[in-house]
């Protein structure tokens, strides 16, 4: 009989199949020059401070890189670790299915004493006394300044990336979908969120759209 861990790999590697059923050919536009994150063959991590955002918030970023892949030429793909902040065994989960289809993972972890109380999946949004925050503060958009980060340290080309998460994770993913049209995924998977951000004004936000920077039209 199956056991529920061999079902959630089941469903992991029908997701990851779905990640890559519409590829795209990436643009050859050259990534601007920086300081070098090192992103080798094999498993790995690197220490990213977002300088776009908030640079006091040291993070560690976990990676794996197919062995024969060069960083500048692979796609990529952002996993987002659940309520757990296992970020690095979910990179390692990955690890087959990113030697299967040939793209880099990278996992960011949200630690518990930067990111806890909810700033990970939704509260970095909005401070508890209903105050908006600028939108570069968000966890959310963590990942487009990942992303040019990774792009333009090691010359990646990607115009786009996939993005999925799991649990919490896959709240992140429901989020950054909502709050940030303009961001840069190809296609995003949000797997089995606790709950949602409802798309009602009529519920206060982080349940629905009530008192958050998105306005009814």
Request: aromatic share 14%.
């Amino acid at each position: 009989m199956p056991t529920r861990n061999s079902f959630y790999c089941g469903r992991l590697h029908l997701l990851a199949a779905m990640l890559f059923v519409w590829m795209p050919t990436w643009s050859k536009t050259a990534a601007a020059a920086g300081p070098t994150i090192t992103i080798a063959p094999g498993a790995g991590s690197f220490s990213f401070a977002d300088e776009q955002g908030d640079p006091s918030k040291q993070m560690t970023v976990y990676t794996y890189l197919p062995k024969g892949l060069k960083p500048s030429a692979a796609r990529i793909v952002f996993v987002m670790h659940g309520h757990g902040k296992n970020a690095e065994s979910y990179r390692d989960t990955w690890i087959e299915h990113a030697d299967k289809y040939q793209f880099m993972v990278v996992v960011p972890l949200f630690d518990e004493k930067q990111w806890g109380g909810g700033e990970y999946s939704y509260a970095s949004v909005v401070t508890k006394g209903d105050k908006l925050q600028a939108a570069s503060m968000w966890s959310f958009n963590v990942i487009e300044h990942l992303f040019d980060a990774i792009k333009a340290r090691t010359g990646n080309q990607s115009p786009n990336y996939f993005i999925y998460g799991h649990s919490e994770g896959g709240q992140f993913v429901h989020r950054l979908v909502l709050f940030l049209p303009d961001a840069r995924y190809a296609k995003a998977v949000a797997a089995n969120p606790g709950w949602y951000t409802l798309p009602t004004f009529d519920v206060k936000f982080p349940y629905g759209l009530d008192r958050q920077p998105l306005k009814p039209h």
